[in-house]
Every structure is written in structure tokens, then in C-alpha cells.
């Protein structure tokens, strides 16, 4: 309905007066309205019954058959079409009567005898409101339409981030968290994954404010945290990448900060990178032993040249256990507008002798006292021996009863040029041991093991780069810039092979594991134990320690393991 053409708007006239409502129809005709007769209260009845396609009505008060009020009567009314606003004509100025009318739900009055310019100003007024309301109407109608479809993509985006998470998270005894969104969805999120080596990695990552937007920051994040870990990459690598792909491809207003740990049983150590999260900490029977603080800015700001990858690393001891929190806990506020705050969580943590997950929740929930969380909350406690215990891991590094049923087998592989580059190793291995039947710790420790033969035999034998740039975390991202250009320069000329023998050894069932290079050689020999202060030269020291028997052949490109 055109909003500028009066003649689309339809008013009923009702006076038993033929004259008189001849003379109204005529003169709001002359104003472009359409206007249809009734003359008595009965045929008015009918009119709005039957017709739903009136716009106002023009009501005397005394008919021949009633009063212009009967149309009001409670019965009466549901049965209309529609019943549109009413103008009522009456010679009755007592305000007695007014009230009644309006109560009733006139909308409008003029006083006989009726002054037609009023009469028409009225009319015009009517119209304008009815404009509105349709405007109102439509607008309701839309509204409620996309509504609708914002809450079924809401659904959906909901159910497919929710399996997203669930489908990259792994559940195992030792991990205890909490999350609690203060919205539809999360921008906090906390993943537990296991690499193919064995080693435990763990997330608690918040995105930048909360819900679907903060939910769509994350996503990344989950993805490609469990394609690196489950391809093998360390820790340095996992977050630097992380970061890369946030700064490319997110808006420049969007991170996320976040905590990764990765527990590397095989050296007992702990690894923390900790980029704008409040503080881990390590208790023990209800004592803070050690803070892991934030040392780097959250993931997605810096550019790959300016990204700091360092980590601490820290030697695991018999007991104890990692708290981690969001600042969601820190900062939320009670009725005062005083936050939760690291002192009140500390003293929390310093009482408790056991998982504090529950302690700190319950004193949270009575700091708030009803207030809602103003963000997202998230709390996590790990428990990394009873994460070693529920994985079962042994430390025997003797294998033979693991694959006393294997056939013998030989499986190698040869790789060169640019395609050394890219090419996942220790993956394609661990997928063969697999396959024959190898157990699941037995093909952890295969994959450490090929993990850091290839990474020796690539960055240092042949791209020859020296471990001396990463001794301190600056040197870290040099060390990956170097390493990237280097990369460039492959030729077929530069390959490594590397080989997995099933055989008797000294009568004995064993697997042996060699690696070849066609680098000039490197010198592994300074490599004898590992040591946690150090930010790499731990790779040959870790092999011996998971191997019965390691040899390097001069000049230095070629290595033997047996398990």
C-alpha cells in the first residue's frame, strides 16, 4: 500500500442520517479517501464483519437503531474482520461521556454541528498514525523474520563450533576445567592432545570480547593446533604459526592470548608459553612452587619477524600440578565493582592441598553474589602424573615384547630437493608402524626418535645452521627466518634417507632406526645429556635416553638407534 495515496485508505461512514452521510462520503471523497456507507448500527456490524479491508471509521453517536457505542460491545468486537480506529461524531460535551468513548477505544471526537476542516485535519491525523503503525508493522515483521534466521544460523554456527572443539579435544584423567560462557558461545577454549611421540600438549586460549565473534577468532586456533600436534610440531613451532595465520587472516582488532603447555614425559620436563594470560602456576600441598607470568603478547598482533616463540621449561617434579585460569576470573566484579583479583585467587591457591578447580569456582560464585560474568570464564588444573599414570607410559626403553608378533620388515624412504621441505616424515613412519601392528608407545617413541634424526639431518647437516642462534629466545625466530631462506636453496643434490629394520641383533629381537644425510657431516659428540636451561641441543641427548643403542658415523651424517 503506497504510504503518499489517501485514496488507498477505505472509511466507513456510519449516520442514519441519508443527508448528512451522503454529504461526509462526498466531501472525504473530494479529499481522495474511498469511503463506503452504513446507516444504521446492524449494517455497520455487518460492514466491519464481512470487510476487512477498513481503515477508519466515521461513528454517530445517536443511530435509528442503537448507539454508536454498541458497535463496541464485547461480544460483537472478536468477530470483526479488523476493528480500525473510530472517530465519534456527538452533540454530548460531558466529560462523563468523553471518558466513556475513549475507554472504550474511540480514538478521536468532534463536536456537532461538525466543522468539516476539523472533520478532514482528523482524518489526515488517523491516516498519518495508521502510516506509522503499518510502517511499525512491517518493520515487526521483518524484524521478527530475521530473528528467526539469526537464530537458526546462531544454531548452527553453535553446533558446528561446539563439534569443532570436541572433535579436536581428547579427554585423559590428571585434566580437570571448567568453562563457562557468559554468552551463546565461548571465546574461551581449552584443547588436550596428544602428539604422535607421546607428549601431552594443552591450549586454554581466550579470544577478544566474547561470543559468536570471539568464537570465530578462536576456530582457527583449534584447528591448527591439532593438525600441528598431531603432525609431530613442538611447541615453538605450534604457536608460531598460530600467530601467523591470526595475523593474516583475521581483522587487525582480533587476537587471542592464550597458555600452551607441552608435557615431553620421555626428558620428565614441562615447556610453558604464555602470551597475555594471567599467570600459570605450579602448586604443591598448598604452596605456589613456581609462577609461569606472561612473557609475550597474545597471538595475532606481532608479524612473523617480530614474534617472540620463547618458552620456560621446567623439570617436572614427582608431585604437584599446573593451575591455569582466563582473566575472566581475575576481573570479574561483585556488587561493588571490586574484582575477584590475583591476591584473593593466590591466597585461594595457597589453602589448597589438592586440585583447587572447585575451591576457586565456589569463592568466584560467592565474590559475584548474583552479578552475571561479565566474560567468558574458563579454570583448568593439570595433574601430569596422574596424566603419566592414565597413559600408561613405562620406562623400559626394551621394546621386543611389544612386537613379538610382527613379521621381520625393512621400510625406508628417500627424500631430496625442495620436497625435503615439506615432507612430514616422521608421520609417513609412524603411519607404516601402524599399519603392521605396532603398539601405540612403542610408535611414540619410534616417532620422538625419527623427529629428531630428520630436524639434525635437515637443519644441521644439510642446511648446516647451527644450534648457537637458539640459546636465547630472540634467537628463535632468527633461527626460523634463516631457516626458511635456506630452505629455498635445496637442490636434488641434498637428500635424507632414512630406513626401520625388524631383525636378530646380538640374538636378540630389535628395531633398528638409521638416518642418512648428504650433508658434510655434524658434530653430534658435544651432545651427551640433556639440559633444561638450554632452548635446544637437547635432540641427539633425547634420542639416547629413549634408545638402548645409538651410534654416529663419521663425519657425522649418519645415525643409528636401536630399541
Not at 630472540?474 to 629394520?501: H, S, V
Not at 637437547?538 to 630399541?563: H, M, Q, S
Request: contains cysteine; negative net charge.
Amino acid at each position: 500500500m503506497s504510504a503518499n495515496n489517501d485514496f488507498e485508505y477505505r472509511i466507513l461512514v456510519v449516520d442514519d442520517d441519508e443527508i448528512l452521510n451522503g454529504l461526509f462520503c462526498a466531501f472525504l471523497g473530494s479529499r481522495g479517501f474511498e469511503t463506503l456507507p452504513a446507516l444504521s448500527v446492524q449494517e455497520a456490524k455487518t460492514i466491519l464483519q464481512t470487510d476487512g479491508n477498513i481503515d477508519i471509521v466515521l461513528l454517530d453517536y445517536q443511530l435509528g437503531d442503537g448507539v454508536g457505542l454498541d458497535l463496541f460491545a464485547e461480544e460483537v468486537v472478536p468477530s470483526y474482520k479488523n476493528f480500525p480506529p473510530v472517530i465519534m461524531i456527538s452533540a454530548n460535551e460531558e466529560p462523563e461521556f468523553l471518558e466513556q468513548c475513549f475507554h472504550l477505544g474511540v480514538s478521536d471526537y468532534i463536536i456537532k454541528p461538525v466543522n468539516l476542516s476539523l472533520l478532514s485535519l482528523k482524518v489526515k491525523s488517523l491516516i498519518a498514525s495508521l502510516r506509522l503503525q503499518k510502517i511499525v508493522n512491517n518493520q515487526n515483521v521483518e524484524l521478527e523474520i530475521f530473528k528467526h534466521e539469526a537464530e537458526r544460523e546462531e544454531a548452527i554456527a553453535k553446533f558446528t563450533y561446539e563439534y569443532l572443539v570436541a572433535q579436536n579435544s581428547q579427554q585423559y584423567s590428571g585434566i580437570n576445567q571448567y568453562l563457562k560462557s557468559c554468552s551463546s558461545f565461548s571465546g574461551d577454549i581449552s584443547i588436550t592432545r596428544q602428539s604422535p611421540a607421546g607428549d601431552i600438549y594443552f591450549i586454554l586460549a581466550d579470544a577478544t570480547g566474547h561470543g559468536l565473534s570471539a568464537a570465530i577468532t578462536i576456530m582457527p586456533v583449534v584447528s591448527l593446533f591439532n593438525t600441528m600436534v598431531s603432525k609431530g610440531f613442538h611447541l615453538q613451532q605450534i604457536v608460531s604459526e598460530i600467530n601467523r595465520k591470526l595475523v593474516n587472516d583475521t581483522p587487525a582488532d582480533r587476537f587471542v592470548s592464550a597458555t600452551v603447555v607441552e608435557l615431553n614425559f620421555a626428558a620428565n620436563e614441562m615447556s610453558v608459553w604464555n602470551g597475555a594470560m594471567p599467570p600459570a602456576y605450579w602448586l604443591d600441598n598448598g604452596k605456589i612452587i613456581q609462577k609461569f607470568p606472561s612473557r609475550n603478547m597474545a597471538l595475532g598482533i606481532l608479524s612473523e619477524n617480530m614474534f617472540d616463540a620463547d618458552v620456560t621449561v621446567f623439570n617436572l617434579p614427582e608431585t604437584g600440578r599446573l593451575f591455569l585460569c582466563s582473566d575472566g576470573v581475575i576481573e570479574q566484579e561483585n556488587q561493588l565493582g571490586e574484582q575477584f583479583s590475583y591476591a584473593r585467587l593466590e591466597s585461594i591457591l595457597c589453602q589448597a592441598i589438592t586440585d583447587p578447580t572447585q575451591d576457586v569456582l565456589r569463592a568466584l560464585e560467592l565474590h559475584a553474589q548474583g552479578v552475571s560474568y561479565s566474560d567468558d570464564v574458563s579454570i583448568c588444573c593439570l595433574n601430569p602424573q596422574e596424566i603419566r599414570n592414565g597413559l600408561g607410559i613405562e620406562k623400559s626403553n626394551n621394546i621386543e615384547d611389544y612386537y613379538h608378533q610382527i613379521h621381520p620388515f625393512s621400510w625406508s624412504i628417500s627424500i631430496s630437493g625442495n620436497k625435503l621441505a615439506n615432507a612430514d616424515i616422521p608421520p609417513m613412519a609412524n603411519n607404516f608402524l601402524q599399519y603392521i601392528g605396532m603398539d601405540q608407545k612403542t610408535c611414540q617413541k619410534v616417532f620422538s626418535i625419527i623427529s629428531e634424526m630428520i630436524s639434525n639431518a635437515l637443519d644441521h647437516g644439510i642446511l648446516g645452521m647451527s644450534s648457537d642462534l637458539k640459546q636465547n629466545p630472540e634467537g628463535f625466530m632468527d633461527y626460523f627466518l634463516q631457516r626458511e631462506e635456506l630452505l629455498k636453496n635445496l637442490t636434488e643434490k641434498d637428500a635424507i634417507e632414512l630406513r626401520l629394520d625388524w631383525a636378530l641383533f646380538d640374538g636378540e629381537k630389535h628395531l633398528m632406526i638409521s638416518c642418512r644425510d648428504t650433508g658434510p657431516g655434524y658434530d653430534f659428540q658435544s651432545d651427551r645429556k640433556i639440559d633444561n636451561q638450554k632452548y635446544s641441543g637437547r635432540g641427539v641427548a633425547l634420542i639416547r635416553t629413549l634408545a638402548r643403542d645409538v651410534e654416529i658415523y663419521a663425519p657425522g651424517n649418519f645415525i643409528k638407534a636401536i630399541l
